[in-house]
Antibody, heavy 119, light 110 residues
Framework: EVQMLESGGGLVQPGGSLRLSCAAS????????MSWVRQAPGKGLEWVSGISTSDGSTYYADSVKGRFTISRDNSKNTLYLQMKSLRAEDTAVYYC????????????WGQGTLVTVSS | QSALTQPASVSGSPGQSITISCTGT?????????VSWYQQHPGKAPQLMIY???NRPSGVSNRFSGSKSGNTASLTISGLQAEDEADYYC??????????FGGGTKLTVL
């Protein structure tokens, strides 16, 4: 069974940093691209970042470029999102998701972790 | 990276069919084979319902179908059931190497 379990969310002050993790199981993690998607309270889905499998290429939404860094550790079956210079508008539930191919469709999702940016 | 345009809400009675539209540009929906649809129930993670414009993942009911014409993709749900009441989102690969979502459509089963 494919499973993704996010962790690392919490309350952080504006300007602060946080690192999210996503532990994957039930599939060959190293063979698939992965993405982070967020959903602000009561709002729609917003793709945040993606990472390929082959060469580790990374992709970002304009709203987080330069502040967020996606990475993966295939030996630990884990996806990461390092977030810096956090703003109130980054407050959201962050989901990790398995991509069918790089930046295409997301066929399995975790349950999400809530990040709240507030003083 | 503008969001794709979806109607805010649609509704239908049990047994009826409904269609949700998703309008983009030539840089995303119109130029991409990677258009997807997701269903999200309150408090739950999204679930992939359609990928690559027309394909259903294993386990998704054949009452769900997808299509595309020009810059507009569509999700059709036939034989509407109470359990279909949820939010629906489209997404598309965009030429800027990003993934763009629609604003979401709330489906109400009357």
């Amino acid at each position: 069974e494919v499973q993704m379990l996010e962790s690392g969310g919490g309350l952080v002050q504006p300007g602060g940093s946080l690192r999210l993790s996503c532990a994957a199981s039930g599939f060959t993690f190293s063979s698939y691209a992965m993405s982070w998607v967020r959903q602000a309270p009561g709002k729609g889905l917003e793709w945040v970042s993606g990472i390929s499998t082959s060469d580790g290429s990374t992709y970002y939404a304009d709203s987080v470029k330069g502040r967020f860094t996606i990475s993966r550790d295939n030996s630990k079956n884990t996806l990461y999102l390092q977030m810096k210079s956090l703003r109130a508008e980054d407050t959201a539930v962050y989901y990790c998701a398995k991509d069918r191919r790089t930046i295409s469709s997301l066929d399995y999702w975790g349950q999400g972790t809530l990040v709240t940016v507030s003083s | 990276q503008s969001a794709l345009t979806q109607p805010a809400s649609v509704s239908g009675s049990p047994g009826q069919s409904i269609t949700i539209s998703c309008t983009g540009t030539r840089s995303d929906v119109g130029g991409s084979d990677y258009v997807s649809w997701y269903q999200q129930h309150p408090g739950k993670a999204p679930q992939l319902m359609i990928y690559d414009v027309t394909n259903r993942p294993s386990g998704v009911s054949n009452r769900f179908s997808g299509s595309k014409s020009g810059n507009t993709a569509s999700l059709t749900i036939s034989g509407l059931q109470a359990e279909d009441e949820a939010d629906y989102y489209c997404s598309s690969y965009a030429s800027s190497d990003t993934l763009v979502f629609g604003g979401g459509t709330k489906l109400t089963v009357l």
